[in-house]
């Protein structure tokens, strides 16, 4: 049974990576894809660009729904409400065929929280179970794995597959959040402010690190997206204000080995705050490292796996909580 809503915020998350060590594929980059090529592959799938931003490391557009991150070696494409985000798979298939002459990714994973309303998808995305079916013709071997931190929260979702060569794995911090409070949603409804005056009245402003250049977008008559780019890692928040369907995700992903993810439990308060959720999860991700420690704050909280993703073990950590107010 279908349920009413205005909007399914809750996002769908491809990442494909290439190794480009090999000698024949250092100078290669998908970065020269062009613009018009991804105009027309996304329109196959439904969304559109609405934005562009880039630094020297990578390129971030705003869609339609959510957003899409094109490094050298690889894409990082998230998209809300009834997008069919598996459609574009076979033509980013092709891009590592074309340009670093692999038939495979070399990291492969797909994620996703539980939808508000699974039967309103189209095939495949309405069930779990047939979602794995899809990919598992394209990766016959890979990995299913399904997260729950209580009977009664919101179950997690992740497929991955690896490839014959290492790839760096990127760490990923993320709180995706329910039954928001309205005095904070109000920001997100369109009264005429900018994209940078909202971007600075509801508080958001606190959440990111210095450095980081911002693309902002305000929806009409609701609605907001940004993505922030900083070096070799991206934040990307999408907003969905209506009371029945509230939600938002705020998002910080890595590709930078050596770059601190910082003080976690700070960062979930931080989100906590500028949002006031009713309810959120949070996934922290991160490559395993021989003899790190993981803090009490994630050890005590999360449920917890180590995949072996990239040739290499990444842990994922997830949790489900209600908002104490």
């Not at 409400?81 to 574009?88: C, P, R, S, T, V």
């Amino acid at each position: 049974m279908s349920v009413d809503i205005d909007f399914e915020g809750v996002e769908k998350k491809l990442t494909m990576l290439w190794d480009t060590q090999h000698p024949q594929n250092r100078n290669l980059t998908l970065r020269n894809v062009s613009v018009d090529l991804w105009v027309e592959q996304l329109a196959k799938i439904g969304c559109s660009i609405l934005s562009h931003s880039a630094n020297p490391r990578f390129d971030a557009y705003i869609l339609s729904e959510s957003s899409l991150f094109v490094y050298e070696n690889g894409v990082v494409i998230k998209t809300c409400g009834l997008i069919q985000l598996f459609g574009i798979v076979p033509f980013i298939i092709n891009l590592g065929l074309e340009y670093f002459e692999a038939a495979l990714p070399d990291l492969f994973s797909y994620m996703r929280r539980e939808f508000f309303d699974p039967h309103s998808q189209h095939q495949p995305h309405h069930c779990w179970t047939d979602e794995v079916d899809y990919l598992s013709a394209y990766f016959p071997d890979g990995n299913s794995q399904v997260f729950q931190w209580s009977v009664d929260s919101d179950e997690f979702f992740m497929f991955t597959h690896n490839g014959p060569h290492n790839v760096l794995v990127p760490s990923t911090f993320e709180v995706t959040m329910t039954k928001l409070c309205p005095q904070k949603m109000i920001h997100f409804f369109n009264n005429g402010n900018t994209a940078e005056e909202t971007f600075v009245q509801s508080g958001m402003e606190k959440l990111f690190q210095s450095g980081t250049t911002f693309d902002l977008f305000q929806f009409d008559p609701m609605g907001f997206s940004m993505n922030g780019l900083l070096d070799g890692s991206y934040y990307t928040i999408h907003i969905s204000p209506q009371d029945s369907c509230s939600y938002v995700s705020f998002e910080f992903t890595t590709f930078d080995k050596h770059h601190v993810m910082g003080d976690v439990e700070s960062l979930v308060q931080t989100v906590k705050e500028v949002f006031n959720p009713g309810e959120y999860c949070v996934l922290y991700t991160h490559p395993y490292v021989e003899g790190g420690i993981i803090p009490p704050y994630v050890s005590e909280r999360y449920v917890s796996k180590e995949i072996n993703v990239g040739r290499s073990n990444l842990v994922t950590n997830y949790w489900c909580c209600k908002n104490v107010k």
